[in-house]
């Protein structure tokens, strides 16, 4: 009860300057000092006091949008870049940031990266957009250096017009220390949930009542806190206070899902669960922020600066993004 009541304070949100005003949409949180934000324009920024930020350099990506960002412990961390064929690579740095090198680049002329996520330091997969009419999946073993199709892989057909949205890096997420896996799409007649209990070898779908039928709504998000709980969080991206579903929650691994509004109007582009404490989830879009404690059953709004993506590394220590540079800090309520 303590942690809800302190992720439910009215103003847990305090601004951070950035020293950007680029439009950031990934966001990884190490510990309370160490965390890295990306974003439009080649931007990658990094506080190592969880106070200030600084910019960091990657050779030669000034026209890249670096939609996503993972912190695989000490100073590693992965970096990925959305845009269409060879616009979407993936960089890694073993040194928290100072120097990075470029380890894989989309092999396909029509594909375009979404999102990234890891298992542990060195499991971790990677998602696409589809390609021949199947989404694109890709696995490393040694912490984002190779990048490799499972072999035999087998993927539900793609309907027409689907498409995961690369606005926050959760479109993907995994269950940590196990071999689940969910992603979330939109764009078609309707909105889905794909999962994997085999890391990314075989998967199933599953559809979600958040709206879609056109090309920029439908679902964005989707979080576990175990490998039975999960919510999902979307909408319309060119339609941010459309009142309209914007949430939908599982019990059974993502094979069903049941409405589950966050607010009765808006677009929300990422929900994730707080680590360590299994009903708590957070919830951020353009409209601002919501908490829940029970699962996603219900929602309290918890701030209204317009956000893109949300991290967490425990139930104390988080960060938050958004446009024109917006660094937003998580800050626990005094006991």
């Given at each position: 009860?303590?942690?809800?009541?302190?992720l439910?304070a009215?103003?847990?949100?305090?601004?951070?300057?950035s020293?950007s005003d680029?439009?950031?949409?990934?966001?990884?949180?190490?510990?309370?000092?160490?965390?890295?934000?990306?974003?439009?324009?080649?931007?990658?920024?990094r506080?190592?006091d969880?106070?200030?930020?600084?910019?960091?350099?990657?050779?030669?990506?000034?026209?890249?949008?670096f939609?996503?960002v993972?912190?695989?412990?000490g100073?590693?961390?992965?970096?990925?870049?959305a845009?269409?064929?060879?616009s979407?690579?993936?960089?890694?740095?073993?040194?928290?940031?100072?120097t990075?090198g470029?380890?894989?680049?989309?092999?396909?002329?029509v594909g375009?990266?979404d999102a990234?996520a890891?298992?542990?330091?060195?499991?971790?997969?990677l998602?696409?957009?589809?390609?021949?009419?199947?989404?694109?999946?890709?696995?490393?073993?040694d912490?984002?250096?190779t990048?490799y199709?499972?072999?035999g892989?087998?993927m539900?057909?793609a309907?027409?017009g689907e498409?995961?949205?690369?606005?926050?890096?959760?479109?993907?997420?995994?269950?940590k220390?196990?071999?689940?896996a969910?992603?979330?799409?939109?764009g078609?007649?309707?909105?889905?949930?794909?999962?994997?209990?085999?890391?990314?070898?075989?998967w199933s779908?599953a559809?979600a009542?958040?709206?879609a039928?056109?090309?920029?709504?439908?679902?964005?998000?989707?979080?576990?806190?175990d490998?039975?709980?999960?919510f999902?969080?979307?909408?319309?991206?060119?339609d941010v206070?459309?009142?309209?579903?914007?949430?939908?929650?599982?019990?059974?691994?993502?094979?069903?899902?049941?409405p589950a509004?966050?607010?009765p109007?808006?677009?929300?582009?990422?929900?994730?669960?707080?680590?360590?404490?299994?009903?708590?989830?957070v919830?951020?879009?353009?409209?601002?922020?919501?908490?829940s404690?029970d699962?996603?059953?219900?929602?309290?709004?918890?701030?209204?600066?317009?956000?893109?993506?949300?991290a967490?590394?425990?139930?104390?220590?988080?960060?938050?993004?958004?446009?024109?540079?917006?660094?937003?800090?998580?800050?626990?309520?005094?006991r």
């Amino acid at each position: 009860m303590l942690l809800a009541l302190v992720l439910l304070a009215a103003t847990p949100w305090l601004s951070q300057h950035s020293g950007s005003d680029a439009e950031l949409r990934g966001v990884a949180v190490l510990d309370a000092k160490h965390a890295w934000a990306s974003g439009a324009g080649g931007t990658v920024l990094r506080t190592r006091d969880g106070e200030h930020w600084e910019k960091l350099a990657v050779k030669a990506s000034e026209k890249l949008d670096f939609r996503d960002v993972e912190a695989l412990g000490g100073d590693t961390v992965v970096l990925m870049s959305a845009g269409p064929a060879e616009s979407s690579r993936i960089y890694k740095s073993t040194d928290g940031g100072t120097t990075w090198g470029l380890f894989h680049v989309n092999p396909h002329k029509v594909g375009f990266y979404d999102a990234i996520a890891f298992w542990d330091e060195r499991w971790g997969i990677l998602l696409g957009d589809p390609v021949s009419g199947r989404f694109i999946v890709r696995m490393t073993g040694d912490g984002g250096r190779t990048w490799y199709v499972p072999r035999g892989i087998q993927m539900p057909d793609a309907l027409p017009g689907e498409g995961a949205f690369a606005a926050s890096g959760t479109c993907l997420a995994v269950r940590k220390g196990g071999q689940e896996a969910w992603f979330v799409t939109g764009g078609a007649g309707v909105s889905r949930v794909f999962r994997t209990a085999d890391r990314g070898r075989t998967w199933s779908v599953a559809e979600a009542p958040i709206p879609a039928g056109k090309s920029t709504a439908g679902l964005f998000s989707v979080a576990f806190a175990d490998s039975r709980s999960g919510f999902v969080a979307g909408g319309d991206y060119k339609d941010v206070t459309l009142a309209a579903l914007n949430g939908a929650r599982s019990e059974d691994g993502g094979a069903t899902w049941l409405p589950a509004p966050i607010a009765p109007s808006g677009f929300f582009s990422a929900v994730v669960a707080v680590p360590a404490a299994l009903s708590e989830l957070v919830g951020v879009g353009p409209i601002g922020a919501a908490a829940s404690h029970d699962g996603g059953k219900t929602w309290t709004k918890t701030g209204d600066t317009p956000l893109n993506a949300v991290a967490f590394a425990d139930a104390k220590t988080g960060w938050a993004v958004g446009p024109k540079g917006t660094i937003v800090k998580f800050t626990p309520a005094p006991r």
